[in-house]
C-alpha cells in the first residue's frame, strides 16, 4: 500500500488550513492516477492544551472526507507530548491517557482508520526525550508504557477505545 503521510490535523493554528490542502493533494494525485491508498497521520498531541484545541467535529469530517476518496486512514506515529503539564508522574500520566482516550474516541469511529501506530512503545526509547527534554528535567512520558515496559493509563486508554470502536473490515 501506497500512504502519504502527513501530521499537523489535529490541533493548532493551521489545522484547518492543512487539512484542507490534504484533501486538494489527495485528490490532485488521484485525478493524476497516482497509485495513493491510504493517508498516514501522525498524530503527535500535547495534552497541555488538546482538550481545549482539539474540534472533535471538524477532524471527524476529514476522515470522512478522506475515506469517502477511497483512502484506508492509518495513524502511524501516535504520541502525546506533556510539555506544560506539572513534574508529578502520576498528574501527566492521567493527562496523556486522557489524549489517548479522546482522540482514539474520535479517529476510531471512522471504520476507514485501519492502523493505529504509536510512536514507540516505551518511553525509555521515545525521540521526545532527546529531542524536545522537558524544560524541567523530567523525563517525558508520551507513550503506552514506562522504561520499564510496564503499562500505563495510555494503554488502558487506547485498549478500552479499541474494544469501544465499532468492527470494522481488516485490511
Known amino acids: 500500500?501506497?500512504?502519504?503521510?502527513?501530521?499537523?490535523?489535529?490541533?493548532?493554528?493551521d489545522a484547518v488550513a492543512r487539512r484542507r490542502s490534504m484533501l486538494k493533494a489527495i485528490d490532485h494525485l488521484k485525478s493524476r492516477n497516482v497509485?495513493?491508498?491510504?493517508?498516514?497521520?501522525?498524530?503527535?498531541?500535547n495534552a497541555a492544551w488538546f482538550a481545549e484545541t482539539f474540534d472533535a467535529?471538524?477532524?471527524?469530517?476529514?476522515?470522512?472526507?478522506?475515506?469517502?476518496?477511497?483512502?484506508?486512514i492509518f495513524i502511524t506515529e501516535m504520541d502525546v507530548q506533556d510539555d506544560g503539564l506539572p513534574a508529578d508522574v502520576a498528574v501527566r500520566d492521567a493527562a496523556v491517557a486522557e489524549v489517548y482516550a479522546?482522540?482514539?474516541?474520535?479517529?476510531?469511529?471512522?471504520?476507514?482508520?485501519?492502523?493505529?501506530?504509536?510512536?514507540?512503545?516505551?518511553?525509555?526509547?521515545?525521540?521526545?526525550q532527546e529531542d524536545y527534554p522537558r524544560e524541567d528535567g523530567a523525563a517525558r512520558r508520551p507513550l503506552p508504557f514506562d522504561e520499564d515496559l510496564r503499562p500505563k493509563p495510555a494503554y488502558a486508554a487506547m485498549l478500552r477505545a479499541f474494544r469501544q470502536a465499532p468492527a470494522r473490515r481488516p485490511l
Open 1 to 13: 500500500m501506497l500512504l502519504i503521510n502527513e501530521f499537523g490535523f489535529e490541533t493548532g493554528d
Open 35 to 45: 497509485p495513493v491508498h491510504a493517508l498516514g497521520v501522525q498524530a503527535h498531541l
Open 57 to 72: 467535529k471538524a477532524y471527524r469530517s476529514f476522515l470522512r472526507q478522506v475515506a469517502a476518496r477511497g483512502l484506508s
Open 102 to 128: 479522546r482522540y482514539l474516541s474520535v479517529a476510531l469511529q471512522e471504520p476507514a482508520v485501519k492502523v493505529v501506530l504509536s510512536f514507540g512503545l516505551s518511553d525509555r526509547y521515545t525521540w521526545l
